[in-house]
């Protein structure tokens, strides 16, 4: 079975530029989040989606960032206009809120650096 | 509000050193999950073991074992003979139960990890 998909893996950009990342989720899962990784840091929750409702966004920066999951498959991440603090890991990651545990599957991240 | 301090910013060990990470939790919620995640370099984070806060029976898996101590609300990790593969940043993290009897796990809230090295 695929894992969690996210492309590009790396991104440099200049500041004020937009930015997009990619997420592909386990198939059949139907809950999908964004983290934010910054350097020395845990995850932090940005958005989750159920199917292709966004239930829980209080911490996305709405400003500049926007999400969306069109379909309810898979879900893109921007960011618009980039500045030097977004430089941070975005990780994907997926459940199946129908699984007994609901465990959440991680993809390898998209690394960021804005110069 | 719920928080997971992981003190130890940093840990170096000699291959087949036995290692403990430390894993302090704070919540309001009667039940809860707790969670490790090992995090090598290639960036994509690995679940090690959820645990339900009902369950405080230690666990153990080959060379790793879990301390579930809700007294304390400590939930430590120990890697026994460490190996140079070992070597990675690991998270503790805990999450709400949500859903139809507090079965499924809500969001995850990590800590700040600790980053283990295993010298050969």
């Known amino acids: 079975e695929a894992g969690v998909v996210q492309s590009p893996r790396y991104k440099i950009i200049e500041k004020k530029q937009p930015v997009a990342f990619w997420c592909n989720p386990i198939?059949?899962?139907?809950?999908l989040y964004w983290y934010l990784q910054n350097l020395g840091q845990g995850p932090e929750l940005l958005i989750r989606?159920?199917?292709?409702?966004?239930?829980?966004d209080s911490q996305l920066p709405k400003d500049r960032f926007s999400a969306e999951r069109l379909k309810g498959v898979d879900s893109t991440l921007k960011i618009q206009p980039a500045e030097l603090g977004d430089s941070a890991v975005y990780l994907c990651?997926?459940?199946?809120?129908?699984?007994?545990?609901?465990?959440?599957?991680f993809g390898p991240g998209t690394r960021l650096t804005v110069l | 509000a719920q928080k997971v301090t992981q003190a130890q910013t940093e840990i170096s060990v000699v291959e087949k050193e036995d290692v403990t990470l430390d894993c302090v939790y704070e919540?309001?919620?009667?039940?809860?999950?707790l969670f490790w995640y090992k995090q090598p370099p290639s960036g994509e984070l690995v679940f090690l073991i959820r645990?339900?806060?009902?369950?405080?029976q230690n666990e153990i898996s080959g060379r790793y074992s879990w301390n579930f101590q809700k007294s304390t609300s400590s939930f430590n990790f120990t890697i026994t003979a460490s190996q140079v593969v070992d070597s990675a940043v690991y998270f503790c993290?805990?999450?709400?139960?949500?859903?139809?009897?507090?079965?499924?796990?809500?969001?995850?809230?990590f800590g700040k990890g600790t980053k283990l090295s295993v010298k050969p």
């Open positions: 990651a997926s459940s199946d809120r129908g699984s007994p545990y609901n465990e959440q599957f």
């Open positions: 993290a805990l999450s709400e139960a949500v859903g139809n009897y507090g079965g499924s796990q809500g969001n995850l809230i």
């Open positions: 919540t309001r919620d009667t039940t809860y999950y």
């Open positions: 645990r339900n806060s009902f369950d405080e």
């Open positions: 989606y159920e199917n292709e409702e966004a239930v829980d």
């Open positions: 198939s059949g899962h139907n809950t």
